[in-house]
């Protein structure tokens, strides 16, 4: 299984030729769209993301990612092996939170070939890599050397941060919840938001924080939307209080 | 054939994971994604999309549909088999339209397991079935029992409301066309439509009613957005005058 | 492979429905998302685009291209094999400068049955024809009659306008950067711009125009956006202007 992680959208001219060069080097492998509106040129953001949803996949999966504001310079190209699953893509932090947490890693550089489009990685450099992993061949056999991953220090283990803005208007932040006391309040934009189970624990248009299905903490309004709060947009800061 | 209607959005982190389940318990099963922009949180009219664009379908497709504003309640989760076609589902009058024109009705409550994610149904509880269903297990074999699906009764045949937008502007309501007169005006927000065969029957730039490719009447303007006319939004009440 | 290329969007029930008469027509072909949010109603901006884009993908693909805004009116339907893919749609323009690039053309008219719907042609006109030329049936086998392509003689070789902004911001034009000199500038709502090889080329927040993956000239800000610049907008005239 191919699942694709980037901040490319569905409708425009990206995401399909990503799935054409899929197609013609991986036939019959699966392809899932995991995100294709990943935080918009924010490694930093997308890459607590990744690494709450990545878990979620099956073992063998091969993780296409791509938030890339650096495409076409010099920074690195890699592949790596992160408890059992490949994530394909750009060095820039995108894979740090990934790391931070893993077991057992091996890691990989591309060889960016002259040639190739300078502002189209995805496509021409990373879904090729991408789609030899997902046909089993080893990295050796297609080119890969291996090379430290790139890294950052200076990132937390979890950021407390607003990462992801949904379409219900819920706000994702890059803290997992089990990190977090059970009774542990958040403040974004000066207002203060206390944990409950799921929405209908919630008085109708109240605001919250919970667990999401993937382990984040993530505010919410019970049928209402969180986005139009004071402060909440992708890349605030959040404030942990314990009560 | 498993067709996803939810509204969900495509480009976010749900529809992904619901497609990776259903690549895990359905490998091979086409999936269409049939709507992900559904009206969002609002059953009552993603219930008269539903019924006007599912009998397109053919027999036997298994419909996955989530529009649950009450998800991690206590609303029932429920499959339905409808004229040859499986629904699944919350029981929230999602299907109550599908119920309202349908011949052969089989119709099965989904036990909530508990453990699963309080929020994220759509993956957890009913995905899963869908596949199986898509697998052609039978119901009883998958834990399902027979009950009543869930009704409500207070709701109409057809819905006189907008019920949904489309990305050309044009305004669908919940009535169908063939229920109404042929010379029928609809009127929403105090202006009247009248109706037409097609958009190159009206003057360009006049606003008009059309009877759409899945029988919906739908309010539309040639070469120009309906969006923009008083009062059209989902939701709005549409007034039905016979000349 | 059918490759789809239309105004059609993904999330909305248009492209669903596409899929399932493609599916059932043609099970087993894999199907593209190219483009679903091409110049809206906008045949001439479009028509630009699908010919920056078709050659990239493999000989024997065939194109499912829909921007339609004539639907259901005596505008022709046609099929045409160029250079070894198939484009089959609406003859409204579209295909002018695939036409005017190409070396061998073959032509034919798609018969329009009384009783199919007036408004959605994508679903009930062209993508049956597109399964079966994607199955390799022969023209003749399935009704397709010799015809003469439409043209529209008086459009240009390459479009000096603004044809698609993507969601990063950047400005596509209709020009291909390589009929332009290596220094020529391009002005659009009075300013001009001038050429790097790629964003890293350019200072943060510098706007240049570069030649982009598929080798349209494309205006862009090297971490920022250019779709807030003066003029920038689908349609805009674009000024050539050598140093």
Redesign the interface.
């Known amino acids: 299984?191919i699942?694709l992680f980037t901040?490319?959208?569905?409708?425009?001219?990206?995401?399909?030729?990503v799935?054409?060069v899929l197609?013609?080097d991986a036939?019959g492998v699966?392809t899932?769209?995991?995100?294709?509106?990943a935080p918009?040129?924010r490694p930093r953001e997308a890459a607590y993301?990744l690494a709450a949803?990545a878990p979620?996949?099956?073992s063998g999966a091969v993780f296409l990612c791509v938030v890339d504001?650096?495409?076409?310079?010099a920074r690195p190209a890699e592949a790596l092996h992160i408890d059992g699953r490949w994530f394909v893509g750009p060095g820039n932090g995108l894979f740090e939170p990934l790391l931070r947490r893993a077991g057992a890693v091996e890691s990989f550089a591309i060889p960016v070939h002259p040639g190739i489009?300078?502002?189209?990685h995805g496509?021409?450099l990373f879904a090729p890599v991408a789609a030899k992993l997902a046909n089993g061949l080893a990295p050796a056999s297609i080119g890969l050397a291996p090379a430290a991953p790139f890294r950052r220090p200076d990132w937390p283990d979890d950021l407390a941060a607003i990462v992801?803005i949904?379409?219900?208007g819920n706000a994702m932040t890059g803290l997992r919840a089990a990190a977090l006391a059970p009774d542990a309040r958040l403040a974004v934009g000066g207002h203060e938001y206390r944990r409950v189970?799921?929405?209908?624990?919630a008085p109708e248009g109240a605001a919250f924080w919970?667990e999401?299905?993937?382990g984040l903490a993530e505010i919410a309004v019970n049928?209402g939307r969180a986005d139009g709060l004071l402060g909440i947009a992708i890349g605030a800061p959040v404030e942990v209080a314990a009560l």
Chains 1, 2, 3 share one sequence.
């Open positions: 299984m699942v901040d490319f959208g569905l409708e425009g001219p990206y995401t399909g030729q799935k054409a197609g013609r036939p699966a899932i769209d995991l995100m294709a509106d918009m040129q993301l949803y979620w996949f099956e504001p650096g495409v076409g310079t489009s300078a502002s189209f496509r021409d992801y949904d379409r219900y189970r799921t929405f209908g624990d919970y999401n299905a993937n049928r």
